[in-house]
């Protein structure tokens, strides 16, 4: 069955450090997505990155970074030079193509504070 | 930008009521999901729906709950009769076609239950 981890559920830093938030899955399929949504204060859930399983290759976008790592089924999300409006609850999920209806499995979130 | 919306923000309703959620998808996706989030907890998946029928459900999506595309454009999420443990907040979620795509999630909808 899939299963994701995120073993951190809350982190606090104070503005400009880096943080890294931490995902763990399991699954059992070979083909499958791993997501990270953000949830601001407002509620809604925003997409942040989308990654298949067959591309390890990390990304960088602005101050956000991901790390993919299948030997350890890991896919953590880096924010450096953390500023205050990142403060919010981090979901990571994952999505199994087998299935077909490519329904998320989330995990249970990080809550991150930035403190300025 | 397209997005998903939803309909009402905030519901509250008694116990026993039935309730509608209403969710419009971004309008040539094919593939609508309802997802729930009970306070400070996961996102825990309800149902997808595809091809006008549910595709799959998971334990939580019992006999109270039904969905339907009426028109073509809403989707809506039925709770028979509401229980206050159904307090919580709904996202309706839609994708296009394939496994690329990332589904795009609606601002969501607190019920709460009295």
């Known amino acids: 069955a899939q299963k994701v981890t995120q073993a951190q559920t809350e982190i606090s830093v104070v503005e400009k450090e880096d943080v890294t938030l931490d995902c763990v899955y399991e699954?059992?399929?070979?083909?499958?997505?791993l997501f990270w949504y953000k949830q601001p204060p407002s509620g809604e859930l925003v997409f942040l990155i989308r990654r298949n399983s067959f591309d390890e290759q990390n990304e960088i976008s602005g101050r956000y970074s991901w790390n993919f790592q299948k030997s350890t089924s890991s896919f953590n999300f880096t924010i450096t030079a953390s500023q205050v409006v990142d403060s919010a609850v981090y979901f990571c999920?994952?999505?199994?193509?087998?299935?077909?209806?490519?329904?998320?499995?989330f995990g249970t979130g990080t809550r991150l504070t930035v403190i300025p | 930008e397209p997005e998903v919306t939803q309909t009402p923000s905030h519901q509250v309703t008694q116990m026993g009521q039935e309730v509608i959620l209403r969710c419009v998808p971004i309008?040539?996706?094919?593939?609508f999901y309802w997802y729930r989030q009970i306070l400070g907890q996961k996102v825990e998946f309800l149902v997808s729906f595809y091809n006008n029928e549910i595709s799959e459900k998971s334990e939580i999506f019992d006999d109270q709950f039904s969905v339907e595309r009426p028109d073509g454009s809403n989707f809506t999420l039925k709770i028979r009769s509401t229980k206050l443990e159904d307090s919580a907040m709904y996202f309706c979620?839609?994708?296009?076609?394939?496994?690329?795509?990332?589904?795009?999630f609606g601002q969501g909808t607190r019920l709460t239950v009295v």
């Open positions: 979620a839609s994708r296009t076609q394939g496994s690329l795509y990332e589904a795009f």
């Open positions: 699954t059992r399929d070979t083909t499958y997505y």
């Open positions: 999920a994952l999505s199994e193509v087998q299935t077909g209806a490519n329904n998320l499995f």
């Open positions: 309008s040539n996706h094919l593939y």
